[in-house]
């Protein structure tokens, strides 16, 4: 089992930065991919972007050149740095990771981005 605990959400200026840090704890050496959900008000939750294993990153559309997403070797912390903000990036943002051997799935609590001026 792996444990996932996001932290750095908070308000945001349109066209601002900020930055989403996910902490791992137990089994981290079986992590397979990690990545980032988020989940506007009255909407299904959509993926944000991943990094595999082999540190290979893709992103949504939507957030492409903006956000960038990065882990620490030991899979124990994944970041995601988010700039040139705007409202329709206001969202609950989940921390998601894949663990091996049986692929199963781990999801953080969720952090809030509102972003307003």
Same mark, same amino acid.
């Given at each position: 089992? @792996? ?5 750095? &959400?908070g308000?945001a /200026?349109?066209? #601002? ?5 996910? *902490?791992?704890?137990?089994? @981290? ?5 990690? &990545?980032?959900?988020? /989940?506007?008000? #009255?909407?299904?939750r959509?993926?944000? *972007? ?22 620490n ?14 409202p ?7 921390c ?22």
């Open positions: 089992q @792996v444990q996932l605990v996001e932290s750095g &959400g308000l /200026q349109p066209g #601002g930065s900020l930055n989403l840090s996910c *902490a791992a704890s137990g089994l @981290v050496l079986n992590i397979d991919t990690m &990545g980032w959900y988020r /989940q506007a008000p #009255g909407k299904r959509e993926f944000v *972007a991943t990094i595999t294993r082999g540190d290979a990153t893709y992103y949504a559309d939507s957030v492409k050149g903006r956000f960038t997403v990065s882990r070797n030991a899979r124990t912390m994944m970041t995601l740095q988010m700039n040139s903000l705007n329709q990036d206001t969202a609950v943002y989940y998601h990771c894949t663990v091996l051997p049986a692929r199963s799935t781990s999801w953080g609590q969720g952090t809030q981005v509102p972003v307003s001026s």
